[in-house]
């Protein structure tokens, strides 16, 4: 029983880690989100007018969102901290990918399969950058 409830308790923390992780990029997103409709309300307009530079920021903006969120994920879990980054940039991807379907007529094409496929960079580097932490924890 004490395997058991070991192999439990770390299940638990994973899945916070990963709700953990998703919540970071939410906040991060959603904030990037309300600073542009603040700073640049172009972005938001239906005649699409928003220069290409304002939109490479929007998506750098994103990248350290998710890879701040995916890297959290992975910092909090306790085992496979590798695969909880993984989730939370699958989990991100989806989103995107609504995001997209819905938002399409709204920016270029470039912008939209960049937007998609950042999560997935980001699950990567936010991966990577735990990486010599969860070694030493092994």
């Known amino acids: ?27 991060l997103a959603v904030a990037v989100a309300l600073a542009l409709r603040f700073f640049a309300p172009q972005l938001f307009s239906v005649d699409r007018d928003a220069p290409a530079m304002l939109l490479v920021l929007v998506l750098a903006c994103l990248a350290i969102a998710a890879t701040a969120g995916t890297a959290q994920a992975a910092r909090m879990a306790p085992a496979f901290p590798q695969i909880s980054a993984w989730i939370v940039g699958g989990l991100a991807f989806l989103l995107a990918l ?7 007529p709204e920016a270029p094409a470039w912008f939209h399969i960049t937007a998609v496929l950042l999560p997935l960079v980001a699950a990567w580097l936010g991966s990577l950058l735990v990486l010599p932490q969860t070694s030493a924890r092994l």
């Open 98 to 104: 609504g995001a997209t379907a819905v938002l399409w």
């Open 1 to 27: 029983h004490a395997a058991s409830r070991k192999r439990e308790e770390r299940v638990i923390r994973n899945v916070r880690a990963v709700a953990a992780g998703f919540g970071v990029l939410l906040v």
